[in-house]
């Protein structure tokens, strides 16, 4: 941690300020810091603002009613939680994008040659893709407050005088801002460090401190002006971090009584309850839902004719954009086949869960083992606060130096993911072997076992199940990473994320279709993996992108 | 007219009837108790009295008005809840004062109504204080405060006492019974605890399977329970099964010989079966022998309770009967019981 974490943000501070005058006297650099910063809030702010409305109510909905598809609705909102952002964007193009579903089908129905919706790279596109990945958190954070709630509290101001109206503005509000204030504040940190979504839904006109930070590392080589942008990033995420952390310490939470779960959910009665399920029964699914099967179909659906005089009847199902994956084409941008990206991918989540896994185990033990060790604790979660873009370059600044990244390139992306992944592992293991009773191990003791055999034959069954989900975790954040992998994959060793970035920033619809597949590649991965933690009845950590 | 009254409710939960026809009136001045086991649907009564619940079927009546579709918070009924339901992001004196500001009544005035019954609770020096860090004692007063406060019309207590250990109850339970008598408001009181309900009640209405099964004065339904089911609720176990032998006086005959009954509940003809209790009170042991109303049996245990001893006595087939004897008996010995025909009950085996 302290090589692989501090020694490349230190080195990012190194490189900010060894010639200060050059980097900040230019008056374009400040316009270029001042004009990313100033579209990271503007996005970031209508972002959560807007998944603040749609959540709100969203919220209300799973913490106070019964519905049909309820269930359904609540598998569909864990997906973004484990949806990689490439995944995302791919699945967004096949919606709404130029080759996407609602232009082929009104370019069908109307006889145009020409895309009638065009919120590609615009400022519209990056902020329905934020309201779909954090609508999720608001419902998650607020409902679980509201499903917990004590309705005897309402009840109480009713008899009391209190007309509904009023209740909720002085009841049911009041007591529910804290757990709305934590959401909105979550929501915030991953719009404003929201890269992938940004770089691929919004195009090269928006640029935001992440984009700039790539761009100026990535094209103009401009690193001390990276480093400044990432120092300004690293302050702000810090700042919200801290104060997500002392929101959960501190504040006054909701009243929760020992009572039945079930006790404040009901079917809706009134009219007005009826339409209001409905309506956002189908709002959030459409929401949900449509671009993921967009997605799917769409690799699966090969255009015979160019755009422009695209008709749907023309498409056809196919697996070619799946047997494109193995075919090296000359005009292909990478030296290897597609589908060396995959095996890339694969063989970097592997080594990444092995490396964030041991050290996850080995942090957790000196976490439970010490005594007052809160402060390291603290320390381990401020990888949640970093953005992967800025530990990219972190990464990038002091490991490519003299060595050469190609070298390196094996072992630093992996150990980056693992980074990225640490602080939920710690969040999953530690609970794990902190349930372990003391007398447990002595008891085994005390009946003859030596050290290793209580290891064996105590804890390690105790933990089994949270270290496999760790595992998985680490897996499937490594598999779906781009952010960090994008400063340092080397053009013959592309991940599957980076391969469907280039895919989709090339035309023809032969590279679409292939980043939609690989995309359909991960969903799978991403999709089993859940199933699979399912399983293991561990609940996810909120927040995992 | 009475104030309240109830006509007919009727409401089921998850298709089980809990409540079916209920019926009762509350007069003006008049502490109502309603009893009976928990879960057998006290707290709905209340909650559709209040207009927090609507009944599938009945009227709720206020001075004669149906009020079925009158919305809760215009109601001006106070409602106390069994777990208090304070409101924790409000200290005490904003709880109390909830009510007030809700019929926005000037400030000043506030200040003086939330002094005023903060003061009857005995809770005056913790206006300022935050309600969770009260005690489950404190928390009760102060709930009782905030019922209060707005003057309802009526106050329903929904077990106001149940969350407090025996002591304080006792404590608590003397202090609300004397609150209610000097306020002179109607009220409506839930328990399960029968000792609760028959010192704070003018008239008690026994709960079971969703009905009323039985109303009276705490005297009359406890020393005249309509049912065996309510001899055994009100713990009076020693039931055996008979015939009539005879009607004037009443005649039992039993495995355990005959009986005179002074306590018939209803009309019985000569060989219907029938079931007689044994209050607890009234045996003593007898050194002649009788015919009648005699019961011999072994001591199984004498255990000494307030100023008497409950003594354990083994019948015939191992039935074990409990009495309150004057003096210790020894384990193992025989004994001859009588039981005085006032203190025993005769139920028609259908009721």
């Known amino acids: 941690m302290g090589v692989f974490y501090f020694f490349p943000l230190g080195k990012l501070v190194s490189l900010s300020f060894p010639h200060p005058g050059s980097a900040l006297n230019k008056s374009t650099n ?7 910063a100033g579209f990271t809030f503007l ?37 973004p939680f484990i949806l990689p952002t490439v995944v995302v964007a791919a699945g967004f193009n096949a919606l709404i994008g130029l080759k996407g579903w609602l232009n082929l089908a009104l370019m069908g129905i109307l006889g145009a040659s020409e895309p009638l919706i065009n919120i590609q790279n615009s400022l519209a596109a990056i902020l329905l893709a934020h309201v779909f990945y954090n609508t999720s958190i608001v419902i998650r954070v607020v409902s679980s407050a509201l499903a917990q ?15 509904p109206w009023k209740t909720f503005a002085k009841i049911t509000l009041p007591l529910l801002m804290p757990s709305i204030l934590s959401a909105v504040l979550l929501v915030f940190l991953f719009d404003f460090t929201s890269f992938g979504v940004i770089l691929m839904m919004g195009g090269p006109r928006f640029t935001t401190l992440e984009v700039e930070i790539y761009i100026q590392t990535m094209q103009f080589l401009n690193l001390p002006l990276a480093g400044i942008l990432s120092l300004i990033q690293l302050g702000i995420t810090m700042l919200v971090t801290f104060l997500l952390m002392r929101m959960g310490d501190g504040g006054i939470g909701v009243p929760v009584m020992p009572r039945l779960q079930q006790e404040s959910l009901r079917n809706p009665v009134r009219g007005w309850e009826k339409v209001f399920t409905s309506i956002m029964v189908i709002l959030l699914l459409s929401l949900l839902i449509s671009p993921i099967v967009s997605l799917v179909f769409r690799s699966f659906s090969v255009a015979a004719p160019a755009i422009g005089e695209g008709l749907v009847e023309k498409m056809h199902l196919s697996l070619n954009y799946y047997r494109e994956l193995f075919i090296n084409r000359q005009q292909s941008l990478f030296y290897v086949p ?12 592997g080594t990444s869960a092995l490396i964030s896994l041991s050290l996850g185990l080995m942090l957790a033990y000196g976490l439970v083992s010490g005594k007052n060790l809160r402060w390291i604790n603290l320390l381990m979660m401020l990888p949640l606060g970093t953005s992967a873009v800025t530990l990219g370059l972190g990464f990038f600044t002091a ?6 990244l190609q070298k390196w390139v094996g072992l630093l ?33 005390s009946l003859g076992a030596k050290p290793l055999d209580v290891w064996r034959f105590v804890e390690l069954p105790i933990i089994w199940r949270a270290l496999m989900t760790a595992a998985v975790y680490a897996f499937t954040i490594s598999l779906g990473e781009f952010g960090a992998t994008s400063f340092l994959s080397r053009p013959d060793t592309p991940t599957m994320p980076v391969a469907i970035f280039r895919y989709l920033n090339l035309p023809g619809s032969s590279n679409y279709g292939q980043a939609m597949a690989m995309a359909v590649i991960i969903l799978f991965v991403c999709v089993v993996s859940m199933a699979f933690l399912d399983r293991l009845q561990f609940n996810l950590p909120s927040g995992t992108k | 007219m009475a104030l309240l009254e109830i006509r007919d409710i009727t409401k089921s939960y998850q298709n089980h009837p809990l409540l079916s026809g209920i019926s009762f009136s509350v007069e003006k001045d008049e502490t109502v108790c309603l009893l009976g086991p928990s879960g057998g649907g006290k707290s709905t009564i209340l909650r559709i009295i209040a207009g927090l619940e609507t009944a599938e079927d009945g009227q709720v009546l206020w001075q004669g008005r149906i009020i079925n579709a009158l919305p809760s918070y215009l109601r001006k009924f106070g409602l106390m809840f069994q777990d208090y339901a304070l409101f924790p992001h409000m200290n005490v004196r904003e709880n109390v004062a909830f009510g007030l500001r809700m019929q926005k009544m000037p400030d000043n005035k506030i200040k003086e109504s939330v002094t005023e019954a903060l003061d009857l609770v005995n809770m005056g020096n913790f206006a300022d204080r935050r309600v969770t860090d009260l005690s489950g004692g404190e928390q009760q007063r102060v709930a009782l405060a905030r019922a209060l406060a707005p003057q309802p019309q009526l106050l329903m207590l929904d077990e106001p006492l149940g969350a407090l250990d025996r002591t304080l109850r006792e404590k608590l339970g003397a202090e609300l019974r004397g609150l209610l008598r000097k306020m002179k408001i109607p009220a409506i009181y839930v328990t399960h605890d029968q000792q609760e309900a028959f010192s704070i009640a003018d008239r008690i209405l026994v709960l079971h399977q969703g009905r009323i099964v039985q109303t009276g004065t705490p005297f009359e339904v406890y020393s005249l329970p309509a049912s065996p089911w309510l001899a055994t609720f009100f713990g009076m176990d020693n039931q055996i099964h008979g015939i009539v032998k005879k009607k004037t006086p009443l005649t039992v005959t039993t495995d355990f010989g005959e009986f005179a009954c002074a306590c018939p509940q209803g009309e019985f003809h000569k060989g219907e079966q029938v079931i007689l209790v044994f209050k607890q009170t009234g045996a003593e042991v007898s050194k002649n022998v009788r015919k009648q109303n005699l019961l011999e049996g072994q001591v199984a245990e004498s255990i000494f309770s307030a100023d008497r001893f409950k003594t354990k006595v083994l019948l015939e087939n191992d039935i074990g009967f409990e009495f309150l004897l004057d003096n210790e ?23």
């Open chain 1, 30 to 36: 400040w316009k270029i810091i001042g004009g990313a």
């Open chain 1, 43 to 79: 996005q970031a702010g209508l972002s959560t603002v807007l998944t603040v409305i749609l959540g709100l109510p969203a919220a209300y909905l799973f913490g106070r009613f019964n519905f049909t598809g309820k269930n359904a609705l609540r598998i569909a909102s864990t997906l």
């Open chain 1, 149 to 163: 709630f004590d309705r005897k509290l309402e009840d109480a101001a009713q008899t009391l005088g209190a007309s």
């Open chain 1, 338 to 349: 597609p589908i060396g990206a995959v095996l890339n991918s694969l063989r970097f989540a």
């Open chain 1, 399 to 404: 490991f490519s130096g003299g060595v050469g």
């Open chain 1, 413 to 445: 992306i992996p150990l980056a993911h693992a980074l990225i992944s640490l602080p939920f592992i710690l969040r999953v293991v530690q609970p794990a072997l902190r349930s372990i009773p003391v007398n447990l191990k002595l008891a085994a003791q």
């Open chain 2, 329 to 351: 008996i020894k384990t193992g010995q025989n004994i001859h019981l009588f039981i005085s025909p006032d203190s025993i009950l005769c139920f028609g085996n259908s009721a």
